[in-house]
Antibody, heavy 121, light 105 residues
Framework: QVQLKESGPGLVQPSRTLSLTCTVS????????VSWVRQPPGKGLEWIAA???????DYNSALKSRLSISRDTSKSQVLLKMNSLQTEDTAMYFC???????????????WGQGVMVTVSS | DTVLTQSPALAVSPGERVTISCRAS??????MHWYQQKPGQQPKLLIY???NLESGVPARFSGSGSGTDFTLTIDPVEADDTATYFC????????FGAGTKLELK
């Protein structure tokens, strides 16, 4: 069955770089895209970045200068790097599979359980 | 960015019908999707393309709307439906509503 699992450090110091990995199973990264979405404690959801089945990428315009998303199809992994971390980046980080509709709209049909990242010295 | 506005909270009794609204700051056609999130869990897809029920989701859930105004309906509401419900659009960069917290009386 389709599964996504996030991994990464639980604690990151301010100004450092965060590296997260999403390992997927049950589908191919060359057939489906994957996105990262985050949720600060007690708050709503914020889309961060996407990598499409063809390898192209999209980023949240407010975060774009700090982000890099890539993939390793041989390992079924999607990697997210975010630099210059601040306390406001403390959040649960989810990866989710992308599903597209005719007309260009897309949504997230499977989600991982998330990994909590705390930015603190 | 397209801003999605949801009412913050609702309280209903089991067996009642509840409608959760989502208004977009610009037209997103039928590119609106709905998720349910329970405390400590990841979001779960309920409705895609404004009105299409995701496989495995009970038929008590339904969605409607187009353009800027959308509705998620639960009829009848059950105790297990206590959760926060988010709308999401992807007409341009994906954005989510702030969520509607549904509580049962």
């Amino acid at each position: 069955q389709v599964q996504l699992k996030e991994s990464g450090p639980g604690l990151v110091q301010p100004s450092r770089t965060l590296s997260l990995t999403c390992t997927v199973s049950g589908f191919s990264l060359t057939s489906y895209g994957v996105s990262w979405v985050r949720q600060p404690p007690g708050k709503g959801l914020e889309w961060i970045a996407a990598i499409w089945s063809g390898g192209s990428t999209d980023y949240n315009s407010a975060l774009k200068s700090r982000l890099s998303i890539s993939r390793d199809t041989s390992k079924s992994q999607v990697l997210l790097k975010m630099n210059s971390l601040q306390t406001e980046d403390t959040a649960m980080y989810f990866c989710a599979r992308l599903k597209g509709l005719i007309g260009g709209s897309y949504y997230f049909d499977y989600w991982g359980q998330g990994v909590m990242v705390t930015v603190s010295s | 960015d397209t801003v999605l506005t949801q009412s913050p909270a609702l309280a209903v009794s089991p067996g009642e019908r509840v409608t959760i609204s989502c208004r977009a700051s610009e037209s997103v056609s039928t590119g609106m999707h709905w998720y349910q999130q329970k405390p400590g869990q990841q979001p779960k897809l309920l409705i895609y393309g404004a009105s299409n029920l995701e496989s495995g989701v009970p038929a008590r859930f339904s969605g409607s709307g187009s353009g800027t105004d959308f509705t998620l309906t639960i009829d009848p509401v059950e105790a297990d439906d206590t959760a926060t419900y988010f709308c999401q659009q992807s007409w341009n960069d994906p954005t989510f509503g702030a969520g509607t917290k549904l509580e049962l009386k």
